[in-house]
């Protein structure tokens, strides 16, 4: 692992970092010492690591509850090149895009890109877990929605040390099998008019996590019209299952 560069704003501190050519950011509070929770962030498609609405998500994080916040650039995304696999699926999306599904086609290619990511990832803890303000002990949670979410879910099905995770905005096609051994609590975001996730599909994948305990968070609106008030949500599920202490939160 190592790190390129380091800015501070507000208190928090921000690091990217390389790790076997894989870009990453890291926030945590500025001068942190001693392990704390660290949450993963799974950005969306076409998005990278540093969209505005991840750093603005790592810092509230960061900032409400002291985590530790880290993302990578997906296969294909941010600050990395792709493939002609990549080159392929998005050549084919926007074909299809003028006024024909593409659902199919996006499940695939997520599914593809999982495949990638989900070792990639793993890895990524391994080094995390080696600072001195992450520590080896610290609970660990994941939020992606949409391309996060079709990263996110078979890597929970396949990483034990996350112990909670925020789902959402996708459907069960190339999901279900990984849904059904994730057992973790889990938090799910489902946009009743998405135009891209079915709504029978969301609610199938739902239905497939393992989980005993497993909230559902249906509002209404598009794909991209989740409401502000998910991030306080999301914040508030992962202070109750990683800040073991925090008695007070129970939002789920």
Known sequence: MRFTSETTSNGVSEQLFVIDDIPGVLWSPVGATGGRPLVLLGHGGGQHKKAPGLVARAHHYVSSRGFAVAALDAPGHGD??????????VAGIRERAAGKPVGSLIADYNASLAERAVPEWRAALDSLQELDHIGTGGPMGFWGVSMGSAIGVPLAAAEPRIAAAVFGLTGREALAEAAARVTIPVQFL?????????????LALFDAFASREKTLHANPGGHVGVPAFELESSQHFFARHLLQSDASDTAG
């Open 190 to 202: 489902l946009q009743w008019d998405d135009e891209l996730v079915p709504r029978d599909s969301g």
């Open 80 to 89: 990395r090149p792709r493939t002609e696999q990549d080159e392929r699926f």
